[in-house]
Structures are given as structure tokens and as C-alpha cells.
């Protein structure tokens, strides 16, 4: 199975820009769909990104829909999420998730995801 590691959060003031990277080991990162998640405290872990083996297929929710940008780099075993015009909101936890390789479509739902990453922290101050 694959472990996934993600970095690259921190701290950055509202209309900055990170961008949080999601390593892969285990397998090869081409045989699945990815996603991105994210969770508040006392929220439930809420959609942000998702792409397919390919990188054909992309979707964001409307609430980052503009200002965050999943992309995959299959031959480095990486998912990457760019992140520009942060905005307080967006303050949580970031989780890099992975289907299960048998997986036919993306998804969009936490529960649709087998493999996660342990999360880094992102803190957007006003």
C-alpha cells in the first residue's frame, strides 16, 4: 500500500499563497486517484481538491474553486496543492488522501478515500 507525507504548511497572512506538497512511498503514486482534505477543529474534514490517475479530471469544490490548484508529478511520486489568496477560513489541517487503485471514478467524500497522510497544519491570520 502507499504512505503519503505531506508538508509545507505554516502560517501566512490573508491573500498570501502556500503551497503544501504530498509525498508518496510504498507504490507508485500513478495507479491512483488523489485528493486533498482539509479539517477544522470541531468541523467535519471537508473536500478541497481531487485528481484523477491522469491529471485529466479535476475538481474543487466552489469555496477554493479560483485560488487552489491540485497538480501530480507521477514520475516523483508527488501530489502538489498551490494555494493563493488565503483567506482566514481556510485555517485547518491539510490531508493528502489516496482511493484504492481499483477505483473506476474520483471522489469527492472523505469515506471515499483508503490511504491518508497525517496532516499539516495551515494558518491563515487576518
Known amino acids: 500500500q502507499v504512505q503519503l507525507v505531506e508538508s509545507g504548511g505554516g502560517l501566512a497572512q490573508a491573500g498570501a499563497s502556500l503551497r503544501l506538497s504530498c509525498a508518496a512511498s510504498?507504490?507508485?503514486?500513478?495507479?491512483?486517484?488523489m485528493g486533498w482534505f482539509r479539517q477544522a477543529p470541531g468541523k467535519d474534514r471537508e473536500f478541497v481538491a481531487t485528481?484523477?490517475?491522469?491529471?485529466?479530471?479535476?475538481y474543487y469544490p466552489n469555496s477554493v474553486k479560483g485560488r487552489f490548484t491540485i497538480s501530480r508529478d507521477n514520475a516523483e511520486n508527488t501530489i502538489v496543492l498551490q494555494m493563493t489568496s488565503l483567506k482566514p477560513e481556510d485555517t485547518a489541517v491539510y490531508y493528502c488522501?489516496?482511493?484504492?487503485?481499483?477505483?473506476?471514478?474520483?471522489?469527492?467524500?472523505?469515506?471515499?478515500?483508503?490511504?491518508w497522510g497525517q496532516g499539516t497544519q495551515v494558518t491563515v491570520s487576518s
Open positions: 488522501a489516496a482511493m484504492r487503485s481499483s477505483a473506476l471514478w474520483v471522489g469527492l467524500r472523505p469515506e471515499d478515500y483508503a490511504y
Open positions: 510504498g507504490r507508485t503514486v500513478s495507479i491512483y486517484h
Open positions: 485528481i484523477d490517475r491522469t491529471g485529466g479530471r479535476i
